[in-house]
């Protein structure tokens, strides 16, 4: 995998992104991390993938995961999520981030949700690992479609048909995700979204800490950090980046993507290119 972003502190961490152009919704990860400590953050997508080597230690949902060599791992959309290794070695994994929609679209079902993060399957794992190396290294739009659809096939073991009904208590906070989403170039107060949520801010405050198992700010980061990774891959400069997502300035973009996402914003869109490492062609 070409380049290093600086701001890793081990020489051997490395993590690199693709998409496939003519497939919106459909993003692929590779890493090995060693000494690099994810910080919270979320995807508005399903996040699959296999461990290949090492053992991660991940917080989800409230509780920590350990997802050690041949395990698979199933993240449900919008969940904040860590990651860090577990081992001196670090481990290497491969994802796929996939949006709802088109997993609904390539499967024909509607509700996909994971119940647990992590599967301890060898043969599954593995198999998953050869079609992701695989989908990585596609050519053209009709491999690679195929092979997304065998991998969500293989995950489908894993998935309940009909998503988790939401709580009333999580209920109450959609509102106040929205006004953080429409907001995240401006200064939010604790007062302002506890009024959204129709609670004092302090209640407020404790009951989204243990809905979310996050803070507001960790929350607002999170969705603030997503945002510039859409913007980014639209070819917006970084600093407008910033801007927009209610970041400081570059420098802070530039630290706070690199926490959560392993990559520079530079080379975040770098790899987004259609040209960038055998892009799939037509």
């Not at 050519?139 to 092979?147: A, M, R, V």
């Not at 659809?149 to 509102?175: G, M, N, T």
């Not at 006004?179 to 801010?201: F, H, K, N, T, W």
């Not at 803070?215 to 950090?225: D, E, G, I, N, V």
């Amino acid at each position: 995998m070409p380049g290093v972003p600086e701001s890793f502190e081990h020489v051997s961490d490395r993590a690199e992104f693709k998409r496939a152009q003519h497939r919106p919704g459909v993003e692929l990860y590779r890493a090995h991390i060693v000494a690099h400590a994810f910080e919270p953050h979320t995807h508005e997508a399903f996040g699959l993938g296999s461990i290949a080597s090492g053992v991660e230690r991940f917080r989800y949902l409230g509780s920590d995961h350990l997802a050690p060599q041949d395990s698979v791992v199933m993240m449900n959309p919008d969940e904040l999520h860590t990651g860090r290794a577990e081992t001196d070695t670090g481990w290497r994994y491969r994802m796929m981030y996939i949006d709802p929609e088109v997993v609904a679209e390539v499967t024909g079902e509607r509700g996909w949700w994971f119940k647990d993060a992590v599967a301890h399957n060898v043969i599954s794992a593995r198999k998953l690992g050869v079609m992701l190396e695989q989908i990585w290294q596609a050519t053209d739009k009709l491999s690679f479609d195929s092979l997304m659809f065998d991998i969500l096939f293989e995950f489908k073991r894993y998935a309940s048909a009909q998503q988790a009904p939401v709580s009333a208590a999580k209920q109450r906070f959609v509102a106040v995700l929205d006004y953080m989403r429409a907001s995240m170039a401006e200064r939010i107060s604790l007062e302002q979204l506890a009024l959204v949520a129709g609670l004092s801010p302090f209640h407020f405050l404790r009951s989204f800490k243990a809905q979310y198992h996050a803070t507001p700010q960790q929350m607002l980061m999170a969705l603030r950090l997503y945002e510039a990774k859409c913007l980014l891959a639209k070819g917006l400069p970084p600093a407008q980046v910033a801007a927009a997502t209610g970041l400081t300035d570059q420098s802070h973009l530039n630290k706070a993507f690199v926490r959560r996402y392993g990559v520079t914003p530079a080379r975040y869109q770098q790899q987004m290119r259609p040209d960038h490492a055998r892009a799939v062609r037509s």
